[in-house]
T-cell receptor, first 116, second 109 residues
Framework: GAVVSQHPSWVICKSGTSVKIECRSL??????MFWYRQFPKQSLMLMAT?????????EQGVEKDKFLINHASLTLSTLTVTSAHPEDSSFYIC????????????FGPGTRLTVL | GQNIDQPTEMTATEGAIVQINCTYQ??????LFWYQQHAGEAPTFLSY??LDGLEEKGRFSSFLSRSKGYSYLLLKELQMKDSASYLC??????????WGAGTKLIIKP
């Protein structure tokens, strides 16, 4: 099946620093990638949708200047949390679409971000 | 608006059968997905239904009725490792997934 990787799997940083999370589709070309955030005991919350080569579409309430998304190639998307604060601590999960079944999203393993 | 409803939590006994229901109201429909998510991990794909009826895959089955906006996930011969959250998600007219809040399934010996 289609494989999506994320790096790093976890990160701890100081308040005010920026953190970059990478999402890669390993064996297929991902025309669309999705970034989700999940707080403890809550469901997935879609943050943004990005199509290769174009600007990401952000969900309502998600600051595009704080959560920078780049989808420069068909196999890589990055999410940069700029000037991170403790309230940004969460589980960030990416998913990718574009394999044989256009409808299915394949999830990365997630990145746990802790901001001190 | 778009809405996915599923029970917050369910408890079942090891070896038994449990049915997790999901009802939905979305703008357009391009299929319904069930995902399993263990604590601290990303969701993993379980099933996909786009036509009415029952899809069976080992111990797990998923049912869909588009006219009723209803689906269920049936888990048989429950094992302790099945303790997880089960997420129902509907692909809308834009092929975007609309997520339910998830059902936490607790398996007791």
């Amino acid at each position: 099946g289609a494989v999506v990787s994320q790096h790093p799997s976890w990160v701890i940083c100081k308040s005010g620093t920026s953190v970059k999370i990478e999402c890669r589709s390993l064996d297929f070309q991902a025309t669309t990638m999705f970034w989700y955030r999940q707080f403890p005991k809550q469901s997935l919350m879609l943050m943004a949708t990005s199509n290769e080569g174009s600007k990401a579409t952000y969900e309502q309430g998600v600051e595009k200047d704080k959560f920078l998304i780049n989808h420069a190639s068909l196999t890589l998307s990055t999410l940069t949390v700029t000037s991170a604060h403790p309230e940004d601590s969460s589980f960030y999960i990416c998913s990718a679409r574009g394999g044989a079944d256009y409808n299915e999203q394949f999830f990365g393993p997630g990145t746990r971000l802790t901001v001190l | 608006g778009q809405n996915i409803d599923q029970p917050t939590e369910m408890t079942a006994t090891e070896g038994a059968i449990v049915q997790i229901n999901c009802t939905y109201q979305t703008s357009g429909f391009n299929g319904l997905f069930w995902y399993q998510q263990h604590a601290g991990e990303a969701p993993t794909f379980l099933s996909y239904n786009v036509l009415d009826g029952l899809e069976e895959k080992g111990r797990f089955s998923s049912f869909l009725s588009r006219s009723k906006g209803y689906s269920y996930l049936l888990l048989k011969e429950l094992q302790m490792k099945d303790s997880a959250s089960y997420l129902c998600a509907v692909s809308d007219s834009n092929y975007q997934l609309i997520w339910g809040a998830g059902t936490k399934l607790i398996i007791k010996p």
